[in-house]
């Protein structure tokens, strides 16, 4: 997979990093959303396919990505297809930090160093290149304005966005309720980001044990709760603030 497209968990942080604050909107349910946002890259590239509410790897060569062919690798070993809600419920260590230090290492963002109260160190990170996250944001405001159906990427991106809860970061406010509710409804533009959307939400909402109710079979919802299972990545040495 080559560098001239940023990928969508690359994306989605972008989305979510604060330029006044150099912190992430929304930083638990984040790490939700990038290993979301993995599976709908992978499956973009070809590389997975949705089963019913299931993740079934079609193609287990490598994308080119370390980190979402760690994602990849960890699918094939399961050896059967997995439910997006057992996978995007696994444990999380430091997946957004992983993806921030990507970041920097990339040149999309600068690591500024400080501390918390004159006394615990603390990382922010500001974008060193505006306009990428223009971009990024001006392709959700196009969807929404326009009503255009968007791009598989773009929505979802914007289900995504949605899920992990980003639409009041992004459109705040009394004036920004018809831009969120619109954001929402992009949803359903993707079948794979609409599948892993809505195991984001159940994960965050507590509801995976349970079948969602007036969903056929093959649909986003009827998730059964987390089990156990291998984490996506390693935590890194430098957290960053929240």
């Not at 497209?5 to 990093?17: G, H, I, N, Q, S």
């Not at 709908?40 to 080119?64: F, K």
């Not at 930090?97 to 922010?124: K, N, W």
């Amino acid at each position: 997979m080559g560098r001239s497209r940023r990928t969508l968990p690359e994306e989605l942080l972008l989305l979510a990093l604060d330029p006044a604050t150099g912190t992430t909107a929304q930083p638990q349910s984040l790490d939700l959303g990038l290993a979301g946002a993995q599976l709908v890259e992978l499956a973009l590239a070809g590389r997975i396919a949705p089963d019913g509410d299931r993740i079934a790897v079609v193609m287990p060569r490598p994308t080119g990505d370390p980190t979402l062919d760690s994602a990849l690798e960890l699918l094939r070993r399961r050896g059967s297809p997995v439910r997006a809600v057992h996978w995007i419920g696994g444990p999380r260590l430091g997946l957004r930090q992983i993806y921030l230090s990507h970041l920097e290492r990339c040149g999309m963002v600068h690591a500024v160093e400080g501390q918390m109260c004159g006394v615990l160190p603390t990382t922010r990170y500001q974008a060193t290149d505006t306009a990428i996250s223009r971009d990024i944001r001006a392709r959700l405001d196009s969807a929404i304005r326009t009503g255009v159906p968007p791009d598989p990427r773009t929505a979802a991106l914007a289900a995504l966005a949605h899920a992990v809860g980003l639409g009041k970061h992004l459109y705040p406010g009394n004036e920004g309720r018809s831009s969120r509710s619109r954001l929402r409804d992009l949803i359903r533009h993707d079948p794979m980001g609409g599948l892993v959307a809505h195991a984001v939400m159940d994960v965050q909402n507590g509801v995976g044990a349970q079948p969602r109710r007036n969903q056929p079979a093959s649909g986003p919802g009827r998730q059964p709760g987390p089990v156990p299972m291998q984490p996506h990545g390693g935590s890194m040495a430098r957290v960053a603030a929240h």
